[in-house]
């Protein structure tokens, strides 16, 4: 993950202001509507209003693990919850300092609960937001508005009682630095505990179709699986970056008969989601979202979290934004 500001220029966060006084009026659409089961965002077609929405929804509890938070609005949010006597804690990946100190003092100094991740993890990369330890928002983007103008990225809410509370128990731990083994809930995928397992049932269990949108695409263990389900004659599609770092796990993918379009960072789309769907338009269709990308630390090295859920509306909204992002892209050819 470090060097990816190198890629490509930050946006200017003057547009801040707007957006934190959007916050700031914002209704809690989406967070109610989870209430009911799931409800999807997607970046960038939607800004991060809802967020902010749904941090300032908390009556009791915040809690928060997040790889880079850079974003006032969501600071202020927080900062706003704390003084109002809503409980605040917040855990930062200790790796990222230099981008995540302005939050960690700002926090610190309103009362909130922060502090840097456990160095038991090579980075805690996870970006997960719960609410009242009943909602959760679990994100494939962090909170750094410098990206959101052009990030790719989804946040899905859960309000599954099991996941909700798998995903505050382990929040506790890495709070407190102390050893957990996560547990899955009903829809859960944690790293580095089984997320590899999980991913590699959800794609060899794919019969119809596979879709897969994903910043690193280097795991040999996932790509395998990938070009073996195009090689059994699942429809693959594989939406990338990079393919000067990625060319060969991308031709493995064609030479199976998969197809690949790719983003090269530097103008429009910036594809940072981590997305999977298995058999789209089917019974069984499921849906990944989460931090985890298709690399070994992120998969056995990092602290991540993602869901697989059938849920129709995330399936509907993943699958859209993939099929506009495929034919955008540039055809991979090797």
């Known amino acids: ?99 995540n100190s302005s939050a960690y003092n700002a926090l610190k100094a309103a009362g909130a609960g922060v502090v840097y991740s456990s160095s038991a993890y090579v980075y805690t990369h996870q970006k997960t937001i719960t609410v009242d330890a009943a909602r959760s928002l679990v994100m494939t983007g962090n909170l750094d508005a410098g990206y959101y103008a052009n990030d790719r990225d989804f946040g899905v809410f859960d309000t599954d009682p099991a996941d909700v509370a798998a995903i505050e128990r382990v929040f506790a731990a890495d709070y407190a630095r102390t050893a957990v083994t996560p547990t899955d809930g009903d829809h859960l995928v944690w790293s580095p505990t089984d997320s590899q397992t999980r991913l590699l049932a959800l794609i060899n269990g794919a019969r119809h179709s596979l879709d897969v949108e994903q910043l690193e695409f280097g795991d040999t263990a996932l790509v395998n699986a990938v070009a073996a389900a195009a090689g059994r004659g699942v429809a693959v599609r594989v939406v990338g970056m990079n393919p000067s770092s990625y060319g060969s796990q991308f031709d493995q993918v064609l030479a199976a008969g998969g197809r690949v379009v790719t983003y090269d960072g530097v103008n429009g789309l910036y594809v940072h989601a981590k997305t999977v769907t298995a058999d789209y338009g089917t019974a069984g269709a499921r849906v990944f979202a989460g931090s985890e990308n298709f690399s070994d630390n992120s998969l056995n090295h990092n602290r991540e979290l993602g869901l697989i859920v059938d849920d129709p509306d995330v399936l509907n909204g993943v699958e859209s934004a993939f099929a506009a992002d495929f034919a955008g892209g540039t055809p991979y050819t090797g």
């Open 1 to 99: 993950m470090p060097g990816r500001r190198s890629r490509r220029p930050a946006v200017l966060f003057a547009a801040l202001a707007t957006a934190a006084a959007t916050a700031l009026t914002a209704l809690c659409g989406p967070a109610a509507q989870a209430a009911n089961g799931y409800a999807l965002l997607t970046f960038p077609d939607q800004d991060h209003s809802a967020v902010y929405a749904f941090i300032s929804s908390a009556t009791s509890s915040v809690d928060v693990t997040m790889y880079e938070l850079r974003d006032t609005a969501a600071v202020s949010a927080l900062v706003n919850r704390q003084k109002a006597g809503v409980k605040v804690r917040v855990v930062l990946d200790g790796a990222h300092t230099s981008v």
